[in-house]
């Protein structure tokens, strides 16, 4: 009866010390998890804002579609970087990850949005050709209402009126050459949470 109750009582304690081994381990892995996805926020060109209330999803889908963005800026047959395409009187902007950093006004919004959006008199959506958003400029949220940051890497369609989602996948997924630059007209209908009285004020 007695070594019974001491192989009871033992099992009880390795018990223990294994959920005890367990816990340290899940709380390093939690840590490490909290170090990487630091280190991704302060990777991405975004003001601190802005980073304070991402969640981990987010910040995965954010930083993807900003290496998306890199390598496409970065290729050499990249129409961004053409010759042809430079203006004068103007030179590269580097994307800085800091809000203080030189291209950004104080409150974090980049210089070169300001002026994008400014021409535009709307907004810039960069796009793949499986229709994913890899870029768009923060005036989207005053015509549409949906943040920046919520769009970016999701797809467009998601957002598009279902009438209108077919003619885009056949323009997106053309098979034209890089070097063939092509110019198309698309009209679309686009989800809005702007209230009437937002609507009429933009």
């Not at 950004?104 to 210089?111: F, I, L, N, V």
């Not at 050709?129 to 919520?150: C, F, L, N, P």
């Not at 997106?172 to 092509?182: A, D, P, R, T, W």
């Amino acid at each position: 009866m007695k070594e019974r109750m001491n192989g009871v009582k033992k099992k009880r304690v390795c018990s223990e010390w294994r959920k005890a081994r367990s816990r340290v381990a899940a709380r390093g892995r939690r840590e490490r998890e909290c170090g990487l996805f630091g280190e991704l926020l302060r990777g991405l060109p975004l003001p601190q804002p802005v980073v304070a209330h991402l969640d981990k999803a987010s910040v995965i889908r954010l930083t993807l579609s900003y290496l998306r963005l890199r390598a496409l800026l970065d290729a050499p047959d990249c129409a961004v970087n053409a010759p042809h395409c430079t203006l004068e009187g103007t030179r590269p902007v580097t994307l800085q990850s800091s809000n203080a950093g030189q291209g950004y006004e104080p409150d974090g919004t980049s210089c070169v949005e300001m002026v994008l959006d400014s021409a535009l008199e709307g907004f810039l959506l960069l796009l793949s050709r499986d229709g994913q958003v890899i870029y768009t400029t923060e005036a989207i949220s005053m015509h549409t209402g949906i943040k920046q940051v919520d769009l970016i890497g999701q797809c467009l369609y998601d957002f598009m009126h279902p009438c209108d989602q077919q003619e885009a996948r056949e323009i997106l997924s053309s098979k034209s050459g890089v070097e063939e630059c092509q110019k198309c007209d698309l009209f679309f209908r686009m989800r809005c949470t702007l209230t009437p009285r937002e609507e009429m004020s933009t």
